[in-house]
């Protein structure tokens, strides 16, 4: 097909016009038409070509603006979805295929991509729609399903404007905030939910009245219902655990005050083990923190009131065996002072306490924590004396020792071949290292004594007399007895002398009395296993060598401070009976052997 304008189409046209008008002027010819009705017909004809020329331009010219429309509105559309979608890199090259190309070439170039923009809108829209949707859901939840900001709702509204991949990851961004408080929130929720799971277990409260007092989404969520974790929520499960932690510190400080007056009751009750046991469960408490008290049900109303079921209990029962207790916690008073040689405080004496109970002058109670604090000071004071007492024990066993072995000295046959002689000698040889070490201890006892004294500024008394005092006099008679040992040597050495002079001048004879006569040695008695134990001689009468005072001498005094002290010999040695029995056994041989001395009845 030949274009319009072209030299072929106007050559083509020409020749047709021609050859036409040839024949229509033939024609012409043959009907005989006159000049004038042809020039009309020819102008007619000229007339009526340029109405179709017109109209075909006109035509062509409409296609042209509708065309040229099509491509603006195409052009606008794909602007619009270029700036929507934030593609840039499409705009450069339409504009220079716009430079190049004919209305339809542009608008076959646009079409495509503009539907290539359209299809990625759609997707675009759907995938700001999904997170949109995410994001409302998410803010509603957080926001407590009131109603949601005025930023993210013009925010959210800007979207089908702004469909850019830059927003879109904003938008993801916003969303991925979001999930993480979301979780963060659960998260916490579920904390205090625990939390108040365990304060109720223990309080023995209704853990789903609790939480839904708070919101009724945190106890059996029902199908549908998201767990609620709204401001709101966080906050009353907060303020619903500081009420539970503070009524678990009321309800274990009662819990405790009431356990520990069980304990005084069953301690002054002596109960049973079994009595004990069956609060078990309550008793612990004492020696746990607030925080380790996780056991269910050991801080519930039904417990407490249990255990006050059970104080009352032995409150009354404790009222009926006061006078009881008082005289037991007294005897175990004695006992302690007993033992550590302590007078006890006679104002609480069991005569005494018993005339105050009956006669109603004083309480009980007071009597007995007054005597119970008697036994705390008597066991401290003891505890500071215990040094001092284990010196004393050295020295009453050293005094002992001595005593013992002044009687194995006393006895004539403690050098036979016996059986158990050698274990006697054996213990002799102890005993002697022992003795000689008496002086030291008495005076190492009295100053250690005098510091106790000094650093605690009372007497340090021994069942009411003062050690020191007992321990004076204790050296005194040491003093008195070794003065009374040196006079016996003095005598013996003149008897001795004396009996030398006699039988220098009459001869030594024989006693008729030790020689016809067989004496068992004094002192002495047969033990078990057929060897001779010495005993202590009898002390003659009107014997002046002094005893030895101990602490065991004063321990039947009965009243006073410094009571009458009663000596306890340590079996000193009765060296005048033994110089009356050797003086007149010598002046018997001295006199038999004489001639013509008178016999001896």
Not at 319 to 346: F, W
Not at 359 to 384: C, H, R, T, Y
């Amino acid at each position: 097909m030949l274009a319009i304008g072209s030299p072929n189409y106007s050559v083509r046209t020409s020749t047709s016009c021609n050859a036409l008008l040839r024949e229509l002027q033939q024609i012409w010819s043959d009907i005989g038409e006159s000049e004038a009705e042809k020039d009309r017909i020819l102008m007619e004809l000229e007339r009526e070509c340029l109405e179709v020329y017109r109209r075909k331009v006109e035509e062509a010219a409409n296609a042209k603006a509708r065309l040229h429309q099509t491509v603006a509105a195409k052009e606008a559309e794909l602007a619009t979805l270029m700036a929507a979608l934030g593609e840039l890199n499409i705009h450069s090259q339409i504009q220079t295929e716009k430079r190049s190309t004919s209305l339809k070439e542009k608008l076959a170039s646009i079409a495509p991509l503009v539907e290539d923009l359209r299809t990625k809108k759609e997707e675009r829209m759907k995938q700001f729609a999904d997170i949109k949707a995410q994001i409302e859901k998410i803010s509603r939840e957080i926001s407590g399903y009131d109603h949601l900001s005025n930023s993210l709702i013009n925010s959210l509204s800007l979207e089908e404007e702004d469909l850019s991949l830059r927003r879109i990851t904003e938008c993801q961004i916003h969303l991925r905030t979001l999930q993480k408080e979301k979780s963060d929130r659960l998260n916490r929720v579920l904390e205090y939910v625990n939390e108040v799971h365990s304060i109720c277990g223990v309080l023995g409260l209704d853990f789903g009245q609790t939480v839904s007092d708070v919101h009724p989404s945190l106890h059996g969520t029902a199908m549908g219902h998201s767990t609620n974790i709204s401001n709101s929520t966080l906050e009353g499960l907060e303020h619903a655990i500081v009420k539970l932690k503070a009524e678990r510190k009321i309800r274990i400080q009662k819990l405790k005050d009431i356990v520990v007056s069980l304990f005084e009751l069953w301690n002054l009750m002596d109960s049973p083990i079994q009595d004990k046991n069956s609060f078990s469960k309550i008793t612990s408490i004492l020696r746990l923190s607030e925080s380790e008290i996780t056991e269910p049900g050991v801080l519930s109303t039904e417990v407490i009131e249990q255990a006050s079921t059970e104080v009352e209990r032995l409150t009354k029962l404790k009222a009926t065996r006061m006078k009881e207790l008082v005289l037991k916690k007294r005897s175990e008073l004695e006992e302690i002072c007993k033992m550590t040689h302590i007078e006890p405080d006679t104002s609480t004496s069991a005569e005494k306490s018993n005339a105050m109970i009956d006669s109603g002058l004083v309480d009980p109670s007071e009597l007995l924590a007054n005597i119970e604090a008697q036994i705390i000071k008597v066991k401290d004071e003891a505890l500071s004396r215990k040094d001092i007492m284990d010196r004393i024990d050295r020295w009453l066993y050293a005094c002992e020792e001595e005593k013992w072995l002044e009687e194995y000295n006393q006895d004539d046959n403690r050098y036979n071949a016996g059986r158990g002689a050698h274990i006697n000698l054996k213990r002799a040889e102890r005993a002697r290292v022992t003795v000689s070490k008496i002086p030291a201890i008495v005076d190492n006892l009295i100053n250690r004594t005098l510091a106790w004294e000094e650093e605690k500024k009372i007497f340090f008394l021994y069942d009411g007399v003062r050690l020191v005092s007992i321990l004076d006099d204790y050296k005194l008679t040491r003093v008195q007895r070794e003065e009374e040992k040196k006079r016996y040597r003095d005598q013996k050495k003149m008897q001795d002398l004396l009996l030398t002079e006699k039988e220098a001048i009459y001869g030594s004879k024989p006693s008729p009395r030790k020689s016809n006569s067989f004496r068992k040695p004094n002192g002495c008695r047969a033990n078990g296993n057929g060897s001779m134990t010495p005993t202590p001689r009898r002390n003659s009468i009107g014997s002046g060598t002094p005893e030895l005072l101990t602490p065991r001498s004063y321990s039947s005094r009965q009243n006073g401070h410094f009571r009458e002290m009663r000596r306890l010999s340590t079996a000193p040695l009765n060296f005048v009976a033994i110089l009356k029995e050797d003086t007149m056994s010598s002046y018997t041989s001295v006199c038999g052997s004489e001639p013509g001395s008178p016999p001896q009845g």
